[in-house]
């Protein structure tokens, strides 16, 4: 099963904002509604920032948002900050049979 | 407050055998799915497969169906990821995370347990 496709890294400078896309098939990102997004810092387990496509957990700062259009979803981060460097992979349902992919992980990098 | 909490780190030879541990507190762990994610040395994370300690319903991914064990003890709260005989290409980090049902996201992770396995 192929991993989703993400962007190897994107860069930003403080108060930017950045998006990171994540493209998959009908099979996964595009036929359910499914998608969550991780950041996960050097040595930290992962943490979960957003769900069912745009939904964030308790927690989670609003600069943080979440979207999908056909089979690509993407993570938006507004008013980048130094402690959003990190890496970022998107995950999405993918059917009874596969259950979930994995995107390939993108390196935010805060200029 | 939701923790899982894995078993230290492990240093094995190919060929041996090995169960990690993941304990699950502050929920109602018969209630919740548990999965575990390989991420090995420098790479992404891989998903390999989820169980549902309420009746140990259990699904694999298909790239580690086969290659490992799934388990859970639902009377202490603890799933179990096991390997009948270890390759080299089995050092990673595994972690394990907590789903609200089959389909969603994994919520809440593990500490994670660093798996080496070297002659």
Redesign the interface.
């Known amino acids: 099963?192929s991993?989703l496709t993400q962007p190897r890294s994107v860069s930003g400078s403080p108060g930017q904002s950045v998006t990171i896309s994540c493209t998959g098939t009908s099979s996964d990102v595009g036929g359910?509604n499914?998608v969550?997004w991780?950041q996960?810092h050097p040595g930290k387990?992962?943490?979960?920032m957003i769900?069912?496509v745009s939904k964030r957990?308790s927690g989670v700062p609003d600069r943080f948002s979440g979207s999908k259009s056909g089979n690509t979803a993407s993570l938006t981060i507004s008013g980048l900050q130094a402690e959003d460097e990190a890496d970022y992979?998107c995950?999405s349902?993918a059917g009874s049979?596969?259950?979930?992919?994995?995107?390939?992980?993108t390196k935010l990098t805060v200029l | 407050e939701v923790q899982l909490v894995q078993s230290g780190a492990e240093v094995k030879k190919p060929g041996e055998s090995l169960k990690i541990s993941c304990k699950g507190s502050g929920y109602s762990f018969t209630s919740y799915w548990i999965g575990w994610?390989r991420q090995m040395p420098g790479k992404?994370?891989?998903?390999m497969g989820?169980i549902y300690p309420g009746d140990s319903d259990t699904?694999y991914?298909?790239?580690f169906q086969g290659q490992v064990t799934i388990s859970a003890d639902k009377s202490i709260s603890t799933a179990y990821l096991q390997w009948s005989s270890l390759k080299a290409s089995d050092t990673a980090m595994y972690?394990c995370?907590r789903l609200p049902s089959?389909?969603?996201?994994?919520?809440?992770?593990?500490?994670?347990t660093l798996v080496t396995v070297s002659s």
Do not use: H
């Not at chain 1, 387990?45 to 979960?48: E, I, M, Q, R």
């Not at chain 1, 049979?97 to 992980?105: A, H, I, K, L, M």
């Not at chain 2, 089959?102 to 994670?112: E, K, L, S, T, V």
């Open positions: 099963q991993a359910y499914y969550s991780y996960q387990a992962p943490k979960l769900y069912d957990p992979y995950c349902y049979y596969t259950f979930r992919v994995f995107g390939g992980g | 994610v992404g994370l891989e998903w989820i699904r991914s298909p790239s972690y995370a089959a389909m969603a996201n994994f919520d809440y992770w593990g500490q994670g």
